[in-house]
């Protein structure tokens, strides 16, 4: 019932910059906390960043912590995630999820089991 379309992935050069984006449809986007997760070959899908619908609350992965800043416009139903300063590691499928049962209303949840919806992935590839 709710669809996430995440776009604005690529090729990029170390050292560069990029911004998806998350389009959520479906059901409605209120009190949902958003996530990003992301997945290399071979590697287990992590955690990258998380805010909360009402009063913006964020985590991060320490990896990202400093280069990366998550956002949303609820009233656009997208949630945005501006990748800066990008590393070789940062490639990966990115996935945007939706935590539509959230367990704390101020601080997101960083387990992806927590997640309910989930997109299809955008891929992100940084050359070094």
């Known amino acids: 019932q709710v669809q996430l379309v995440e776009s604005g992935g690529g090729l990029v050069q170390a050292g560069g910059s990029l911004r998806l984006s998350c389009a959520a449809s479906?059901?409605?986007?209120?009190?949902?906390?958003m996530g990003w997760f992301r997945q290399a070959p071979g590697k287990e899908r992590e955690f990258v960043t998380a805010?909360?619908?009402?009063?913006?609350?964020?985590r991060y992965a320490d990896s990202v912590k400093g280069r990366f800043t998550i956002s949303r416009d609820n009233a656009k139903n997208t949630v945005y995630l501006q990748m800066n300063s990008l590393k070789p590691e940062d490639t990966a499928v990115y996935y945007c999820?939706?935590?539509?049962?959230?367990?704390?209303?101020?601080?997101?949840?960083?387990?992806?089991?927590?997640?309910?919806?989930w997109g299809r992935g955008t891929q992100v590839t940084v050359s070094s």
């Open positions: 999820a939706a935590d539509t049962q959230p367990l704390l209303s101020t601080i997101p949840s960083m387990a992806a089991g927590q997640y309910d919806y």
């Open positions: 479906g059901r409605t986007f209120r009190s949902y906390h």
């Open positions: 805010i909360t619908w009402s009063v913006g609350g964020t």
